[in-house]
């Protein structure tokens, strides 16, 4: 409910207090309702008080509890007392919340297959993806041409999947965990390899920025730039088909800031 309003004030905790200002004694028999109030108190802005005290008082009062409750109540509640549901991923969130409601007695079984018929599903489209991204990693050749940079292709595309979840958004995936992984080599190329000359022509090369400036460059540098280069590429094609926008300028712009 809170969340729905957010931007509100938040005197819609108001009547879960007593007359002096406190959260009701009786909201601690309730442990669905405290677990509620602890993940809408993380909902908060700076300077709503109450939301401050409602986070005071239901960790308080679910850590009393914990020990008294039944194990698929009690592992929600440590869950959510470690990491509140807010600050977790929606979508990799999916998984640990359906081992936790299968072993509710109230589960509803038609709801339970179909979160893990939509969970599988959705795996398969992320394998999909990830074996058609280490295809084209392993094809850069990075390991072996670049022995010094760090490979963090795979976080990179476990960052994209908790940034653009849902299915229909492969390109934006794509995109972001090719950018990433190419902006880290590079980050290694000017942070622990590359000398002051080769960085002065890298940088030179990508400012001019075609394939013809990309053979003043040592050969390990020909690698990052060649591999940039296409994916840039890549994507201007990308929003020129789906959008119909030139996003070129913009692109080049975030690559000479990594420089």
């Known amino acids: ?11 819609v905790f108001n009547k879960f207090m007593d007359s002096d200002g406190k959260f009701k004694d009786s909201l601690r028999e309730d442990v669905d309702g405290l677990l509620s109030l602890y993940e809408a108190s993380y909902l908060g802005q700076h300077g709503e008080d109450v939301l401050d005290e409602a986070q005071t008082f239901s960790t308080k009062h679910l850590k009393l509890v914990m020990e008294k409750l039944e194990n698929d109540l009690a592992e929600q509640v440590k869950e959510s007392l470690h990491v509140p549901i807010y600050w977790r991923l929606p979508r990799m ?6 081992s936790i409601y299968q072993k509710d007695a109230k589960r509803n079984f038609l709801l339970l297959e179909l979160a893990k018929l939509d969970f599988n599903l959705l795996q398969s489209v992320y394998l999909k993806e990830l074996k058609e991204l280490a295809e084209w990693w392993k094809d850069l050749n990075i390991k072996e041409k670049l022995p010094f940079a760090r490979d963090r292709m795979v976080e ?9 979840p849902e299915p229909q958004f492969y390109k934006c995936r794509r995109n972001l965990t090719k950018f990433g992984s190419l902006t880290t080599v590079l980050d290694d190329v000017y942070d622990i390899y590359g000398s002051m000359d080769e960085l002065d022509a890298y940088t030179n090369a990508v400012n001019r920025w075609d394939l013809e400036a990309m053979e003043e460059l040592p050969e390990y540098m020909k690698v990052c730039y060649s591999a940039m280069y296409n994916h840039v590429n890549e994507m201007v094609e990308d929003a020129s088909n789906d959008l119909g926008l030139d996003i070129l300028p913009y692109i080049r712009d975030q690559v000479g800031i990594q420089c």
């Not at 409910?1 to 005197?11: I, P, S, T, V």
């Not at 969130?93 to 359906?98: D, L, T, V, W, Y």
């Not at 595309?157 to 908790?162: D, I, P, Q, R, V």
């Open 93 to 98: 969130e999916a998984r640990n919340f359906i």
């Open 156 to 164: 990179c595309y476990f960052w994209a999947t908790g940034s653009v």
């Open 1 to 11: 409910m809170y969340k729905l309003a957010h931007g509100e004030k938040a005197d």
